[in-house]
């Protein structure tokens, strides 16, 4: 793929309403969680309560449920990057792709991995699967999270993702060959295209659905997950666009690798970790045997048993593959936002972008990969502008 510049980003996340302070927030290792009052576990006969333990957005999403609570989020992140490109006085056409929970996964707390499968379960897998859902059911929380929005030029809306942790990937892959449809077409204008990745699962409907899967982390589920709300976003041109329009990019995206996998964890299946280790692999640059390659990683890791088990495969299988290269820094967004699933990609980025821009990246190259509930798995890598390289060793 060609090199994407990466020139404003925005992050709402349990640790602040703003990239600066969730950024600073988990370098501290912060944890701003709170108890579901709305949502108990376990057997209130027998006085054997604990509620379910959330990572909201502070104030903002409080009293709101659902596609409400999305369109919050989704609201709030697209502000802030509309509020940056009328400081740049962006005047080229923008383009807008999205990364949004699957609208068919909160299906009233339908076990997926259960021993007997029933037909509502296989029925459900069958529409989690579906490449295209009904993008429609989202259209009006979209419309109403643009309106009344100041934007210096009108965006168009080219695609929305329900991938999962992997959708901000799929985003990025659209996007490049959007530009690469572009340099075929004289006539077609260099354009500026924002990546907005929201996920929300501290609802009722999605605490049911992690409930009723089994994944929700508890006493009795010490392997489950803290279910985490957030709202990123960044915009992506070519070098060329972005030197026409005057500004400096934060980071350059260098590559993007989209794979699928033979097992889903929607189906009780305890991935390997191959696919995952033959992604990281291509990413990474080839070293010999006098040098000791140390990686900076990004993972969407998020303490479940299938997620642990293949990230100690894919260490495993890279090793075999790449003996002198050592995965020495890797960064877990869950620890501090809670899990985010849509909106992890996104995070991912706006963080390391954070790192460059304050001078605490341990590395000019950060790998973020991801490894989605169903069967796609990516990884993408993030450098420094090419004129910020000397500032990192």
Known sequence: MKVLAILHTALNTSLGLDCRSSAAGARAGLVRSQEADNYPLGMPAMDEIEKAIIHPLPFITSGFQDQARLGIILTKTLADICEQLNRDNINIPLDVYFSLPHPHRTNQGIALQTD?????????????????????????????????????????????????????SECINAVNCNNQAADNDVREQAS??????VDSLVSIKELEWLHGCSRLKSSDNPVGVQPGEAGAAFTVCTPKAAAQLGLKPQANIQQCIIDKNSTSQLKAQIPDGKVLANILNRLLPVTDKDNIFQAWVMSDHNGEEPRAAEWGGALHFLTKAKPHTVVSDTWFPVTSFGYTDAAYGAIAIVLICEAFNRGYAPSSHAYAMASADGVLRSGITVSLANERQNNVQ
């Open 192 to 197: 500026l295209s924002i990546i907005v990745a």
């Open 116 to 168: 007997e499968p029933s037909a509502q379960e296989f029925e459900l897998e069958a529409l989690l699967d579906n490449e295209e859902p009904d993008e429609t059911l989202y259209h009006s929380t979209i419309n109403k999270s643009f309106k009344d929005l100041p934007w210096p030029v009108v965006p168009k809306i080219k695609k929305i993702f329900f991938s999962g942790s992997s959708g901000v």
